[in-house]
């Protein structure tokens, strides 16, 4: 098995045309002759997931050259009219080779999913909380909107007490232009937050719909300002 030599290639392993040859005593041209003769008979539906036609650099000359990547469908495909004592020998390595490269990238993808998880996760929770924040500092804006239209009616109405009033009215003016500006910090921590979340959940099935159900609600907020 540590003879064979695989690669990836979008996230599945691959063995080179190269490599191949080498392992099968064949020439590389005539190998990828035959992968070519294969893809002529494969639906002509675009390239072929088992293929992927790449170059190498000669390491003499350094010019380049055509090369095949195939994962296990392509290398099976190909291996299938290769015989001999030696050929199921290889093919036999090659299987090995895959199977436990295949067993390695699952680890791997399930150790990242983890991680990705989790930071979803934890995104989730800072726009919740973001979301919390806001919430109540506009139910506070509103609130000390009302006592500043109060305090403005009181201090219009009562001219002998205009000067206690009109201090009371200035305060509360004063109380309302500070929220704003926090109501306005809190606009913009959801903000943030909800791009955080589109950078680590973008792409995963559910992402659509939770960022949908995220700005929904987020719209409300929004006409407050």
């Given amino acids: 098995m540590t003879d064979i030599i695989l690669s990836t290639q979008n996230g599945e392993p691959v063995a080179s045309s190269r490599d191949v040859a ?11 002759r035959d992968i070519e003769e294969l893809i002529k008979g494969f639906p002509k539906n675009g390239d072929t997931p088992m293929f992927f036609k790449t170059e190498y650099s000669h390491p003499q000359n350094h010019q ?4 095949y990547l195939m994962n296990r469908d392509g290398f099976s495909m190909l291996a299938m009219g290769f015989t001999g004592k030696e050929a199921v020998q290889w093919k036999l390595k090659y299987i090995e080779a895959f199977n436990q490269m295949e067993k390695q990238l699952s680890a791997q993808h399930k150790s990242q999913r983890a991680v990705q998880d989790a930071n ?25 909107r009302k006592n500043r239209e109060d305090s403005k009616a009181k201090y219009m109405q009562v001219k002998a007490l205009c000067g206690e009033f009109k201090a009371i009215y200035g305060q509360n ?22 791009d955080s979340l589109t950078i680590v959940a973008k792409g995963y099935p559910f992402y ?18």
């Fill in 64 to 67: 380049k050259y055509p090369m």
């Fill in 173 to 194: 003016c004063d109380t309302v232009r500070t929220m704003e500006n926090v109501v306005r910090g809190s606009q913009s921590y959801l903000t943030n937050a909800i």
């Fill in 208 to 225: 659509a719909a939770l960022m949908n159900s995220l700005l929904d609600e987020l719209a409300p907020a929004k006409k407050e300002d």
């Fill in 120 to 144: 979803i996760q934890s995104a989730i929770d800072r726009v919740i909380e973001a979301r919390k924040k806001l919430d109540e500092n506009t139910a506070f804006l509103d609130e000390c």
């Fill in 22 to 32: 080498k392992r099968f005593g064949k020439r590389h041209d005539h190998v990828i």
